[in-house]
């Protein structure tokens, strides 16, 4: 019995547990360890998954029907016949006539227009593409006339006579003469002066009339004289009732 009871105490002791050892703390470098570990795994997984899209996205890029394909390359392979137009703003029709049919083009100038008038617009324009043969038109105006200034002054006093008084042609050459103008820019003067000779014929009428009477022969006769012809006598003597 008194085994049984010192041998108690002992039963107890090794049915009791045993005091818990405490954990070992993790040192600085087994935690950066195990974060370069983890970065690494993040890495390699973000890398798969991109990288199996990129590859996906590329392909679709470049991937090509074969008809739009064969298309392409059926337009590619069609020569251009097509040429430049040339640029001939500036140049005269005879110039712009050259130029264009050098270039395998033709021109078009409207009715009147000279070969020495000066290109003022053209369709198409130039640098444009046109088939060889396609039409150029083009509107020229007139060169600004160069005049001697014997011819200037000739002019602008066969104007100033005009506006005094009818004249006839030769009347007004005749006048341009006297003032000391050869004949040649007498002539001219008067032939570029702007006047119209039935007009002229029809004022000077007027004035005689105004004057004093006449009958209508006398009147023709008075106008002949003044070195009006005879069609513009005839106008000038309706213009006044004759």
């Not at 005009?162 to 003032?179: K, N, V």
Request: hydrophobic share 45%.
């Amino acid at each position: 019995m008194s085994d049984i009871i010192s041998n108690a105490p002992a039963a107890d002791a090794a049915r009791s547990p045993s005091p818990q050892q405490p954990r070992r703390k993790l040192r600085w470098w087994q935690w950066a360890l195990i974060a370069l570990g983890a970065l690494i795994v993040i890495s390699l997984i973000g890398s798969a998954l991109g990288g199996g899209g990129s590859d996906d996205a590329e392909a679709s890029r470049t991937s090509t029907p074969a008809a739009v394909q064969e298309a392409t390359e059926a337009v590619a392979a069609e020569p251009d016949t097509t040429v430049a137009v040339p640029e001939v703003v500036g140049m005269t029709v005879a110039e712009a006539r050259a130029q264009l049919e050098a270039g395998g083009l033709t021109l078009k100038v409207g009715v009147g227009m000279g070969e020495d008038w000066l290109v003022v617009t053209q369709a198409p324009v130039g640098g444009q593409k046109a088939e060889p043969g396609s039409e150029v038109s083009v509107i020229a105006e007139a060169p600004e006339p160069v005049y001697s200034l014997a011819q200037q002054n000739a002019i602008s006093k066969a104007r100033s006579y005009l506006a005094l008084t009818g004249f006839s042609r030769t009347g007004l050459i005749g006048q341009l003469e006297f003032e000391g103008f050869s004949t040649e820019d007498a002539t001219f003067g008067a032939d570029n002066a702007g006047a119209d000779w039935n007009a002229e014929a029809a004022e000077k009428a007027k004035s005689y009339l105004d004057m004093t009477s006449f009958s209508r022969d006398g009147l023709y006769d008075q106008l002949a004289f003044e070195g009006f012809t005879d069609p513009e006598i005839q106008f000038g003597l309706t213009a006044v009732g004759y």
